[in-house]
């Protein structure tokens, strides 16, 4: 079964500073992945995906087949990147049908 | 375009009681998804439904109902809601065509239960 950990519940970072948010999985299929994102009282919001290799708000993401991880990284943070990131796999279901699966997701807070 | 549209926004309900939560979506998409959003949790599936008519049990479907009568809609039903179900009720939708895996899920606003 696929699963997907993000080991952090929480993180802060002061403005400036460099962010990487970790995010490992498990699957026996050939992976693709997302990174949402999620404002306060907002709706989950796609940020980018592995399959388009871009760069979305200064945020990146690389995946790694041979540690099985897909970190998601910035640079420099600002503060309006405080927000809840849910780091996602795409699993064929059957029928068609692709679901995501979800970590628990990582709180990031950015200090002023 | 609206995108998912999901309704009501907010409602209490007392135990035992029964209701429904509509999502809507504009944009065609042949699938659509109700998930779950608790602390700590992150998001599990409950239902989903690969077409108009049909749909299939997620990771925690007890409790729960659905029922994909349009292809636009996608209602989810508590018929004797209880406590544990109090959560924030996430739809989203995804284009049906080639490229399924890496294809995007588009979600609506939520809808926050709380059950007493």
């Known amino acids: 079964a696929q699963r997907v950990t993000q080991p952090e519940k929480l993180l802060s970072v002061f403005k400036g500073a460099p962010v990487e948010l970790k995010c490992n999985y498990s699957y026996s299929g050939s992976p693709e992945l997302f990174w949402y994102v999620q404002y306060s009282r907002q709706r989950l919001q796609l940020l980018l995906r592995?399959?388009s290799r871009e760069s979305i708000k200064g945020f990146t993401a690389d995946l790694n087949k041979g540690e099985t991880s897909f970190h998601l990284k910035k640079p420099f943070a600002q503060e309006e990147d405080s927000a809840m990131y849910y780091c996602?796999?795409?699993?064929?279901?059957?029928?068609?049908?692709?679901?995501?699966?979800f970590g628990k997701g990582t709180k990031l807070s950015v200090i002023p | 375009n609206a995108g998912v549209t999901q309704t009501p926004k907010f409602r209490v309900l007392k135990t035992g009681q029964s209701m429904t939560l509509l999502c809507a979506q504009d944009?065609?998409?042949?699938?659509m998804y109700w998930y779950r959003q608790d602390p700590g949790m992150g998001l599990r599936l409950i239902h989903y439904s690969v077409g108009e008519g049909t749909t299939a049990k997620g990771e925690v479907p007890d409790g729960y109902n659905v029922s994909r009568l349009k292809k636009q809609n996608f209602l989810l039903g508590l018929e004797s809601a209880a406590p544990s179900q109090t959560s924030v009720y996430f739809c989203?939708?995804?284009?049906?065509?080639?490229?399924?895996?890496?294809?995007?899920?588009?979600f609506g606003d939520g809808t926050r239960l709380s059950i007493l």
């Open positions: 944009m065609n998409h042949e699938y």
């Open positions: 989203a939708s995804r284009w049906g065509g080639t490229g399924g895996a890496y294809q995007p899920q588009h």
């Open positions: 996602a796999l795409s699993s064929y279901s059957g029928a068609g049908s692709y679901q995501l699966t």
């Open positions: 592995h399959i």
